[in-house]
């Protein structure tokens, strides 16, 4: 299985961004999907996840309220909207895929992406 993130760059504090995250696997549909990010110094954390169904979703306390996560099965895709971008938010970002539990832990994860840049400037 492979993942290709996309659609970093750079934006000013309040704007916004959408990642993508394209799977190659045609089983996409039975994969939980997550997002995660790491900033300069710091270690990978949790950011987003949701269920290979789509009805559950799951957020980070920091980014609720502003990010949303979505999936396109069709299209083997999975999406991060981010809205109202703080200069904090800036990290790389990554998708992961995991054919296990529904999780916020990085190690539940099997496959993942190799990361995109986000960068908010003040």
């Known amino acids: 299985v492979q993942l290709q993130a996309s659609g970093g760059g750079l934006v000013q504090a309040g704007g916004s961004l959408r990642l993508s995250c394209a799977v190659s696997?045609?089983?996409?549909?039975?994969?939980?999907m997550g997002w995660f990010r790491q900033a300069p110094g710091k270690k990978r954390e949790f950011v987003a996840r949701f269920t290979w169904s789509g009805t559950m979703t799951d957020y980070a306390d920091s980014v609720k309220g502003r990010f949303t996560i979505s999936r396109d099965n069709a299209k083997n895709t999975v999406y991060l909207q981010m809205n109202s971008l703080k200069p904090e938010d800036t990290a790389v970002y990554y998708c992961?895929?995991?054919?296990?539990?529904?999780?916020?832990?990085?190690?539940?994860?099997?496959?993942w992406g190799q990361g995109t840049q986000v960068t908010v400037s003040s």
């Open positions: 696997d045609r089983t996409f549909g039975n994969y939980n």
């Open positions: 992961a895929a995991s054919s296990g539990p529904w999780s916020r832990w990085e190690s539940d994860y099997d496959y």
